[in-house]
């Protein structure tokens, strides 16, 4: 039981840390520069070419 908590401790002290970068970056730009950079309607999105993998052999 005890290496529960402790593995539920490390996971909950992992996230918080790496959430620390994201948010402080995100309380620097204003809201408005936020929304134009989230704005991918009018984009292509990238070809990762993975899809002719899983579709030749996992399919």
């Known amino acids: 039981m005890k290496n ?3 593995a539920v401790k490390v996971g909950a002290l992992t996230v918080i840390v ?3 970068i994201p948010i402080w ?4 730009i204003s809201p ?3 929304m134009r950079k989230s704005d ?4 292509r999105q990238k070809n990762r070419g993975y899809h002719k993998f899983i579709k030749r052999y996992l399919a």
């Open 32 to 34: 408005i520069e936020a």
């Open 4 to 6: 529960l908590w402790n």
């Open 40 to 43: 991918k309607s009018g984009k």
């Open 25 to 28: 970056m995100s309380g620097r």
């Open 18 to 20: 790496s959430s620390i």
